[in-house]
């Protein structure tokens, strides 16, 4: 099937009689007629649910969709966009591991990296989405356990140069862990190249109504494990928590590592999804497609606007002739890339804010990809407590705006800019 097929139906296949919608199973708990038969569920014997802190069916049946139209052989659905990348890092780091992240990915995700997982043992280095193949060579470490980067960074809108960073990691028999929350499946498929691990944050474009807060990891079944045992002793070594149970062994390359996450990582860290949450996304995902095109002619017609308006000192969007990452856009994202653009207006700090005042259908919000239009300055906003020569070592300009185009017809968007700008 199509994606778009795929995002309307894909996951729910309901039988004769049951609910056309995918139902929200609320319970928390399932019974069953004997212990030995839920004792089997515990070690891993058999497929079944039995409490909603590890697994859902209104949560898996979303999963499902999700893995499907990211092409993927396993997936699951977490709290948050955060606890998808601390659990798909987590999965496969312990304390004395070290990996390797692009600098540009969203600020929360920087955060986590450089200063929690720290705390944890666990090192992160840093690397340019600029780096050549020398400069990620030498970055790997013997302890080094995978490499993560955005397909299009929240919000720098750098492009992953999907080929120089997956060869890089399978070279030193790691697997590349992309966050694909921008471009979404419907507009990069990152398995397609070379990724082997996806995360979402599904708060974003998945959702699309600023509806609920969530996030989801898919495993592409492709990376083997047991080539480099020495490298992922929790995958391909005796799980003793679960009796013994060895991942690789028992649900091969398909299933191993989801597996994993969810049966040691949900049941130890619960950052579980709501089913409510999980049937508000599938909302959502049902027109995904539709709303991706439009989000990224919105973002494209305002930035072709903001290029040549005089006032407008830089604009940054992957999807626009001249842009730096313009070829890696048309190389991986050729339907589009996201409905997000940034922007410096002339004079700076000052001359941004009150630009941003005078918007009547552009809200100030720290949110992005929704169908409402939205923007931010982070040098007056989230940033504000940084100089002007702190905020370019944070990699945020002072004059930088971040506009998010929702569903809103373009030519109101451009009219509401125009005047803003004037
Ligand atoms: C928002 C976001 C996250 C974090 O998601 P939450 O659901 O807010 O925890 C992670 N990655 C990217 C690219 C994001 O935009």
């Known amino acids: 099937m199509k994606i778009g097929t795929t995002c309307v139906q894909g996951g729910y296949r309901p039988q004769n009689g049951e609910p056309r919608e995918v139902p929200i199973i609320q319970s928390t708990t399932f019974k069953y007629d004997t212990g030995e038969a839920m004792g089997k569920l515990f ?3 058999a497929n079944g649910y039995f409490y909603s802190r590890l697994q859902n069916p209104t949560c898996d049946t979303v999963a499902a969709k999700i893995c499907a139209m990211e092409g993927g ?3 699951m659905l977490t ?7 601390f659990l798909a890092v987590f999965n496969l780091c312990s304390a004395g591991d070290h990996f390797i992240s692009s600098a540009a990915i969203y600020g929360g995700t920087y955060n986590l990296f450089a200063v929690t997982l720290k705390r944890m043992g666990i090192d992160v280095t840093f690397v340019s989405p600029d780096a050549t193949e020398e400069e990620l060579d030498a970055a790997f470490r013997p302890n080094t356990k995978l490499v993560f980067g955005e397909t299009v960074a929240n919000p720098a809108l750098r492009v992953l140069n999907f080929d120089r960073f997956a060869s890089a990691a399978h070279a030193h028999g790691v697997p590349l862990i992309v966050d694909n929350t921008f471009p979404t499946p419907v507009n990069c498929r990152p398995f397609e190249w070379g990724a082997d691990i996806v995360t979402h944050a599904t ?4 959702d699309g109504h600023g509806s609920a807060v969530g996030g989801a990891i898919v495993d592409s079944g492709k990376f083997d494990w047991t080539k480099y045992p020495e490298k992922f002793p929790g995958l391909t070594t005796p799980d003793e928590s679960y009796h013994g149970v060895t991942y690789t062994e028992l649900f091969g390359l398909a299933g191993a590592y989801i597996t994993k996450a969810v049966a040691q990582l949900m049941r130890d860290l619960g950052v579980t999804p709501a089913p409510m949450s999980a049937y508000l996304l599938n909302i959502g995902l049902e027109s995904l497609h539709v709303r991706m095109k439009k989000h990224c002619e919105n973002g494209l017609a305002a930035a072709r606007f903001l290029k040549t308006h005089p006032k407008v000192a830089w604009v940054k969007y992957p999807s626009l002739p001249g842009d730096e990452d313009y070829g890696l856009a048309q190389k991986y994202l050729p339907d589009g890339s996201c409905g997000v653009v940034s922007f410096g207006v002339k004079g700076g700090r000052a001359a941004a804010g009150a630009f941003m005042e005078k918007l009547k259908i552009m809200a100030i919000e720290t949110h992005v990809a929704d169908a409402r239009s939205c923007c931010l300055h982070p ?9 002007d020569e702190e905020l370019l070592a944070a990699g945020v300009k002072p004059d930088l705006v971040r506009l998010s185009f929702g569903l809103e ?8 800019l125009a005047q803003a700008l004037e």
């Open 73 to 75: 052989t396993a997936a």
């Open 79 to 85: 709290s948050s966009g955060m606890a998808a990348s």
């Open 379 to 387: 040098a007056t906003t989230t940033h504000r407590q940084l100089s």
């Open 409 to 416: 017809d373009a030519d109101d968007l451009i009219a509401d």
């Open 43 to 45: 070690d891993l014997e």
């Open 203 to 206: 708060t974003k474009y998945m």
